[in-house]
């Protein structure tokens, strides 16, 4: 079945400390987005990549990065320098066509800093 | 600046009875728009999408309107179900660009 795996579930973390989050899509597609929502808002563009070796910053990249060294990979890490990391982080991915194509998102992970 | 704006945080409908979700937008450069439902803990998955050049679109229960006039979208959901009790998002793109700017999203509560 294809589709996108985000991994781990539930993650926890000491301030001060980086994180990597694991997103993986086997649904072919081109372009891949990290999104973070918190309580009472909206999905939030953290980081998008439209191919490999290349991403874009969204709209609060600040404290973030990311690598896309393979097509089906795009990982995110948490670094210290973001103030509040503690939110339910979300991966989707989509197609490259030149129109707006729907994303399909994984089932995210809800990281925590203690 | 909140391009997206879903104005009402929660909506609470009988079983059977239409369900009407709604959505205004600013960016007038917006062609493209799309409704997600989430669940709890859940990633979103697709429910419907509607072009600028339609004012119209319709899958089994759900129908998109777009009204462009008034920047404006709604979602109506017909008849509401249990299992469509969920935070609905609305987003938005344009022609050339993959990037969604979603709304803060609708808690749709259906009372059984």
């Known amino acids: 079945d294809g589709g996108i795996t985000q991994s781990p579930k539930y993650l926890f973390r000491k301030e001060g400390q980086n994180v990597t989050l694991s997103c993986e899509q086997n649904?072919?597609?081109?372009?891949m987005y990290w999104y973070r929502q918190d309580p009472g808002q909206g999905l939030r563009l953290i980081y998008y990549?439209?191919?490999?070796?290349?991403?874009q910053k969204g709209d609060i990249a600040e404290g973030y990065s990311v690598s896309r060294e393979k097509k089906e990979s795009f990982p995110l890490t948490v670094t210290s320098a973001q103030k509040n990391p503690t939110a339910f982080y979300l991966c989707?991915?989509?197609?490259?066509?030149?129109?707006?194509?729907?994303?399909?998102f994984g089932p995210g992970t809800r990281l925590t800093v203690l | 600046d909140q391009q997206v704006k879903q104005n009402s945080p929660s909506l609470s409908v009988q079983e059977g009875r239409i369900s009407i979700l709604n959505c205004d937008y600013t960016?007038?450069?917006?062609?493209?728009f799309l409704w997600y439902k989430k669940y709890p803990a859940e990633g979103p998955t697709f429910l419907i999408s509607i072009s600028s050049i339609k004012d119209k679109n319709e899958d089994g229960r759900f129908t998109v309107f777009l009204n462009k006039s008034a920047k404006h979208l709604s979602l109506h959901i017909v008849p509401s179900q249990p299992g469509d009790s969920a935070v609905y998002f609305c987003?938005?793109?344009?022609?050339?660009?993959?990037?969604?700017?979603f709304g803060t999203g609708t808690r749709l509560t259906i009372i059984p």
């Open positions: 987003a938005a793109s344009n022609f050339g660009n993959e990037k969604l700017t």
């Open positions: 960016n007038s450069m917006f062609d493209y």
């Open positions: 649904l072919n597609h081109d372009a």
């Open positions: 989707a991915s989509s197609y490259v066509t030149g129109s707006p194509d729907t994303q399909y």
């Open positions: 990549s439209q191919i490999v070796n290349d991403f």
